[in-house]
């Protein structure tokens, strides 16, 4: 592995619930806290909106090259948190 490797990879998610977000949307999980993750994605309006949602509302989290707005080195890395949080 490269010693100065950039992270590219994240974690991605779809919208199954919360009202705010079009419904199946794809959201990139910027934050994660203990039962909610602090997600990126497209309201019903079509705007790029930030918000807490709870991890019920989220499914389908898989790792995901985000290029320069990632935040794990590997997908493997990405991939193993992303388990978490589908098992959470």
């Known amino acids: 592995m490269n010693p100065i490797a950039q992270l590219e990879y994240g974690i991605v998610a779809n919208n199954r619930g919360d009202t705010v977000l079009r419904p199946n949307a794809r959201v990139i999980v910027l934050q994660i806290g203990d039962a909610r993750c602090f997600v990126s994605g497209l309201s019903k309006g079509g705007r790029r909106v930030r918000r807490w949602t709870p991890l019920k509302h989220l499914c389908n989290f ?11 080195d590997s997908r493997e890395q990405a991939d193993r948190v992303a388990t978490n949080l589908e098992t959470s």
């Open 62 to 72: 898989r790792g995901k090259w985000l290029g320069e707005h990632g935040r794990y």
